[in-house]
T-cell receptor
Framework: ETGVTQTPRHLVMGMTNKKSLKCEQH?????MYWYKQSAKKPLELMFV???????ENNSVPSRFSPECPNSSHLFLHLHTLQPEDSALYLC??????????????????FGPGTRLTVL | RKEVEQDPGPFNVPEGATVAFNCTYS??????FFWYRQDCRKEPKLLMS???SGNEDGRFTAQLNRASQYISLLIRDSKLSDSATYLC????????????FGTGTRLKVLA
């Protein structure tokens, strides 16, 4: 058990729907991430929150809207998605030291993912 | 050139074989390096971090070569359960949370 949970595990939605993905980490970490994994492509970083502040936004379309109400919870709000948005959405958390050098960056722990299908 | 590059495989090896994967990275300022394992339709799980001096964990050995900008993973005495995709992950620069993933190398261990 990784200590990072995601709901729902599977989601099918139409292009006009609005839905939200939820992630919760029980590890006491201070950073949380959303990734997208499409078939035969590497994981793509979408958003990063550190201490509840968004620190990375990798040119993600506005139809994806993240929310981090506290250090343990992360949401991804979805609206008017396209079929090409169908993918596995993974949440991760890590404890970041904030200093310089390898010891400042620790491994990420992933949730089981939400497999999203947009019709 | 891709930021992190891996041979996608698949590497098909018999049980008991030794297999090695390499991963190259483009940013010489990269700080941290990891190998993750991902089983089919599951999330990535950390296999091991890669330290400058190299490190070993049982049958797995990881090496870092900063001069040539690559990391390697060696698996000895392969087991059927080692069949998975192995992801190379690089943290690109100090002060960022930018972890870059390779596409992964697929390993199949055959009975």
């Amino acid at each position: 058990e990784t200590g990072v949970t995601q709901t729902p595990r599977h989601l099918v939605m139409g292009m006009t729907n609005k839905k939200s993905l939820k992630c919760e980490q029980h590890l006491g970490h201070n950073a949380m991430y959303w990734y997208k994994q499409s078939a035969k492509k590497p994981l793509e970083l979408m958003f990063v929150y550190s201490l509840e502040e968004r620190v990375e936004n990798n040119s993600v379309p506005s139809r994806f809207s993240p929310e981090c109400p506290n250090s343990s919870h992360l949401f991804l709000h979805l609206h008017t998605l396209q079929p090409e948005d169908s993918a596995l959405y993974l949440c991760a958390s890590s404890q970041e030291g904030g200093g310089v050098g390898p010891s400042s960056y620790n491994e990420q722990f992933f949730g089981p993912g939400t497999r999203l299908t947009v019709l | 050139r891709k930021e992190v590059e891996q041979d996608p495989g698949p590497f098909n090896v018999p049980e008991g074989a030794t297999v090695a994967f390499n991963c190259t990275y483009s940013n010489s300022a990269s700080q941290s390096f990891f190998w993750y394992r991902q089983d089919c339709r599951k999330e990535p799980k950390l296999l091991m971090s890669v330290y400058s001096s190299g490190n070993e964990d049982g049958r797995f050995t990881a090496q870092l070569n900063r001069a040539s900008q690559y990391i390697s993973l060696l698996i000895r005495d392969s087991k059927l359960s080692d069949s998975a995709t192995y992801l190379c992950v690089v943290n690109m620069a100090s002060g960022t949370y930018k972890y870059i993933f390779g596409t992964g190398t697929r390993l199949k261990v055959l009975a």
